[in-house]
Every structure is written in structure tokens, then in C-alpha cells.
């Protein structure tokens, strides 16, 4: 098992950054994939970002390419996204996920195996 739990959600205003993070627990953080998601009201849980195990790679949804930064300090056991120039389109509960195949990054949400509960972001315009 793995646990994750989010932070660093928030109210913030068009054009501002934010940085959230995912610390995880129980088994070695460093054998999985980690995924960030997002999930506004209606709409399915879409993919934002993702990272290879010792981050070396990334992939990014081209709604937020240029503007999202994703990283991971596997030392603290921790993923990160950072946020500049938010938009209101950007207003979401923002996930991260686990991915312990040996595949390339997915963007598929059903094949990440372990979820954190989500925080809030949202960008008023």
C-alpha cells in the first residue's frame, strides 16, 4: 500500500502560482510513476503531469505545458507541481496518483493504483 496525501491547494487570483505537494507513505516512493490529475465539477478526472520514477522524465497535458512544473524530491518522499500564471479554467481538486508498472508515463487515471483525497484549487478571474 501506498498513502498519499495532498497539499497546498487554495484560493488564489488569475495569473498567481501555487505549489502543491504529495507526500507518500508505506512502500518505496522511489518505485513508482507519480501522476498529478485534476477534477472539475462535471467533468472526468483529467491527466495534468506526470514523472518517471527518478525523474528524469516528464509529461505534461498541453493545457498546462509552459506553465506547470512537475518534480519530486525522493529523499523526502514527496512530488510536487508547481503553478504560475493560473487561470480560472484551471479550477479543480487536483490529485496525485501512484503508478507502479513498469510502462511509460500513463495518462490514463484508471491505471494509476494509488490516490491521495485531493485538494482544492481554485482561480478566480
Known amino acids: 500500500q501506498v498513502q498519499l496525501v495532498e497539499s497546498g491547494g487554495g484560493l488564489v487570483q488569475a495569473g498567481a502560482s501555487l505549489r502543491l505537494s504529495c507526500a507518500a507513505s508505506g512502500r518505496t516512493f522511489s518505485n513508482y510513476k507519480m501522476g498529478w490529475f485534476r477534477q472539475a465539477p462535471g467533468k472526468a478526472r483529467e491527466f495534468v503531469a506526470g514523472?518517471?520514477?527518478?525523474?528524469?522524465?516528464?509529461k505534461y497535458a498541453d493545457s498546462v505545458k509552459g506553465r506547470f512544473t512537475i518534480s519530486r524530491d525522493n529523499a523526502k518522499n514527496t512530488v510536487y507541481l508547481q503553478m504560475n500564471g493560473l487561470k480560472a479554467e484551471d479550477t479543480a481538486v487536483y490529485y496525485c496518483?501512484?503508478?507502479?508498472?513498469?510502462?511509460?508515463?500513463?495518462?490514463?487515471?484508471?491505471?494509476?493504483?494509488?490516490w491521495g483525497q485531493g485538494t482544492q484549487v481554485t482561480v478566480s478571474s
Open positions: 514523472i518517471t520514477s527518478r525523474g528524469i522524465t516528464t
Open positions: 496518483g501512484a503508478d507502479g508498472s513498469r510502462s511509460l508515463i500513463t495518462t490514463i487515471a484508471r491505471e494509476y493504483e494509488y
